[in-house]
Each structure stands twice: as C-alpha cells, then as structure tokens.
C-alpha cells in the first residue's frame, strides 16, 4: 500500500499539476451565452495574464512542494487540507492541516460546513 500511494501521489504531480506546464487556465465561463465578453480580446488577455501570474506564484512559492504530503493523504483518506497565506506580492505560502485537527460537517441543506478545531499561529521576526 505504501507504494501505491507514493505512485499515486507521484504520478498526479507530474500528470495532473506538472511545474513545467500550463495544468490551469482562467477563462470566462461560457454557460451564460454571453459571447459579447468572451470574444472581447482584452479579457482574454486579462485571463491570460492572471493566469501567467498565478502560475509564476505556485513556482516561486512552496506549492509544489506540498503537494506530495497532501496528495499522499488524499490518497490515503480521500481527504486533505491547505492553509494559503500571502508572504509577498508575488509568492505565497502553502501549509498543510494536519487530519484530525479539523471536521467537516453538513448542515440541514446538506451543504458542507467546515468546522476548524485547529489553532494556527505564528510571530514574524
């Protein structure tokens, strides 16, 4: 079982989210049928710019770093949760909670209710 969950987490880092190419895209959603704001070339190059932004933040920062941990507890529990703090403009920091230290729950919509039982805390020098 450990090597399974070393290839899975493996095998979805470099197949689903490879740091080497572009995995993600912002764009405008289509549904509405609104095709005036979709063909506008300055909002898709807005959305491309955003994206390359996003993209240069996830390299320069500890996101790819991270996700092996997560992306082994995702495949052993189905289940894994980040903390995203800002540092800088252009870099962000990445944390992973730990399982047990929170609980999710649904409400009486059957709609999910995250319920935070963990305390984070940190100083700056």
């Known amino acids: 079982p450990i090597i399974a969950v070393d290839n899975f987490a493996k095998g979805m880092?470099?197949?689903a989210m490879d740091?080497?190419?572009k995995w993600f895209k912002i764009f405008v959603n289509t549904k509405n049928k609104n095709r005036?704001?979709?063909?506008?070339?300055?909002?898709?190059?807005?959305c491309e710019?955003?994206?390359?932004?996003y993209a240069d933040i996830l390299t320069s920062s500890n996101f790819y770093r991270i996700m092996i941990p997560m992306l082994k507890d995702f495949a052993r529990y189905g289940l894994s949760l980040m903390y995203?703090?800002?540092?800088?403009?252009?870099?962000?920091?990445?944390?992973?909670?730990p399982l047990g230290t929170f609980k999710i729950s649904k409400n009486f919509k059957r709609s999910v209710?995250?319920?935070?039982?963990?305390?984070y805390s940190y100083y700056k020098r």
Do not use: C, M, W
């Not at 005036?36 to 807005?46: H, P």
């Not at 710019?49 to 932004?53: A, D, F, R, S």
């Not at 209710?113 to 305390?119: E, F, G, I, L, M």
């Open 113 to 119: 209710r995250k319920k935070r039982k963990y305390t």
């Open 84 to 97: 995203v703090e800002k540092e800088f403009e252009n870099v962000a920091i990445f944390k992973q909670i």
């Open 19 to 21: 740091p080497s190419s």
């Open 13 to 15: 880092l470099t197949g």
């Open 36 to 46: 005036l704001y979709y063909d506008d070339s300055s909002i898709k190059s807005f």
């Open 49 to 53: 710019t955003i994206t390359n932004l």
